[in-house]
């Protein structure tokens, strides 16, 4: 789970517009959110991932769904309200259902910033205050199948590519060619890409990322041999913005 950053509202959502999908969804209970400039914009906020889980909304078997922070069986005058709409997986829209965020408060992606409520043990997310506790409970952001194994496969996918690039700046075939630097620095890039923000699962993938110690090394190797450039300072703090980390 990644912080979001707010997005304008939609120029087809204007006052009288909410004012007119409130009073039909009052009166006949119809999904009057769902609208593509609503939807497709939603996706723009999220890098088209699940605001909660972080699956690609876009992968087989998941599609977006319209996330109403407070809930709009509880609070139906919220809902169209643009700071109360999020995207979201069907598993976790299931799963947090009609929990009412007012009266027992969750991360809201865009509002807090889940680094300060969340950390990461082996691929389960652990709730370091209460926010992030009720957070991980009420969407179940540790269900196994689901989300936890998913996890591992991105966090193994990327420590295996850390191995095999260690091996490389260890060897000393072609090492200072042009050919060889090329190489190590496109497969650097490619691994830490792995850990932004329009990734899937990439508070998981970033926060692996900085801990693993053939990283550092490899991170010491560039610096030492001239290759540490600003793309790569400029990703690091990409990859810092995803991790749950102190």
């Given at each position: 789970m990644i912080?979001?950053?707010?997005?304008?509202?939609?120029?087809?959502?204007?006052?009288?517009?909410?004012k007119q999908l409130t009073a039909e969804y009052k009166q006949s209970e119809k999904a009057v959110w769902?609208?593509?400039?609503?939807?497709?914009?939603?996706?723009?906020?999220?890098?088209?991932?699940?605001?909660?889980?972080e699956t690609k909304l876009s992968e087989e078997s998941k599609?977006?769904?319209?996330?109403?922070?407070?809930?709009?069986?509880?609070?139906?005058?919220?809902?169209?309200?643009?700071?109360?709409?999020?995207?979201?997986?069907?598993?976790?829209?299931g799963k947090k259902s009609n929990h009412d965020t007012k009266l027992e408060p969750i991360i809201h992606p865009v509002k807090d910033n889940p680094k300060e409520h969340l950390t990461l043990k082996n691929y389960r997310l652990l709730g370091t205050t209460e926010l992030g506790r009720l957070t991980k409970d009420v969407v179940y952001l540790n269900d196994t199948e689901r989300l936890v194994v998913p996890r591992f496969k991105v966090g193994n996918k990327l420590e295996n590519e850390l191995e095999k690039l260690l091996d490389t700046t260890q060897?000393?075939?072609?090492?200072?060619?042009?050919?060889?630097?090329?190489?190590?620095?496109?497969?650097?890039?490619?691994?830490?890409k792995m850990a932004t923000k329009d990734s899937k699962y990439s508070a998981t993938a970033a926060t692996i990322l900085l801990n693993d110690t053939n990283?550092?090394?490899?991170?010491?190797y560039f610096i030492v041999n001239n290759l540490w450039s600003d793309d790569?300072?400029?990703?690091?703090?990409q990859v810092e913005y995803c991790a749950l980390l102190p």
């Open positions: 912080k979001l950053q707010a997005i304008a509202k939609p120029l087809q959502l204007t006052d009288e517009k909410v769902k609208k593509t400039y609503i939807t497709h914009t939603l996706l723009l906020m999220s890098f088209d991932k699940c605001c909660f889980c599609y977006l769904e319209v996330e109403h922070f407070h809930p709009k069986s509880l609070y139906p005058d919220e809902v169209v309200s643009w700071t109360n709409l999020l995207p979201i997986c069907k598993r976790c829209n060897s000393t075939t072609n090492k200072n060619s042009r050919i060889h630097v090329n190489k190590m620095t496109g497969h650097l890039e490619n691994i830490m990283f550092k090394e490899i991170k010491q790569f300072k400029q990703l690091e703090t």
